[in-house]
């Protein structure tokens, strides 16, 4: 069996999402060495979503001091493509926007809490 390469990437959170996020964690039986897998599949859940673009202005809306807190997690090469080419998308609407890789990570975790899964 081939193993899939991975990638570290962080993302800095709030307080309060990073604690929302580690609880939702918990409660579905992840754990917390298993929060990378939990976000790629927030991840392609987010980006399953037509609107995704638009939603991912939730992850830009966040005052930027308020992301006091850095998440390390690990990503396959499939889902670090998708990101990128998500990016690109919302870069085409968002042309000034920074840190869109981050915005569009944060915005999938809060996606993923509002759905409760």
């Not at 709030?14 to 992840?30: D, F, Q, T, V, W």
């Amino acid at each position: 069996m081939q193993e899939k390469k991975t990638k570290k990437v962080t993302v800095r959170f709030s307080k309060r999402l990073k604690s929302e996020m580690l609880n939702a964690l918990i409660k579905s039986g992840y754990g917390l060495r298993s929060k990378s897998k939990w976000l790629v599949e927030a991840i392609q859940l987010f980006l399953k979503q037509p609107n995704f673009v638009e939603l991912s202005e939730q992850g830009i809306d966040i005052n930027q001091a308020e992301l006091t807190e850095v998440e390390a997690f690990y990503l396959d090469s499939n889902t670090i493509e998708n990101v990128k080419k998500a990016s690109i998308d919302i870069r085409k609407q968002h042309p000034l926007f920074e840190g869109v890789q981050s915005a569009l990570i944060r915005s999938a975790v809060i996606y993923r809490l509002m759905l409760g899964k």
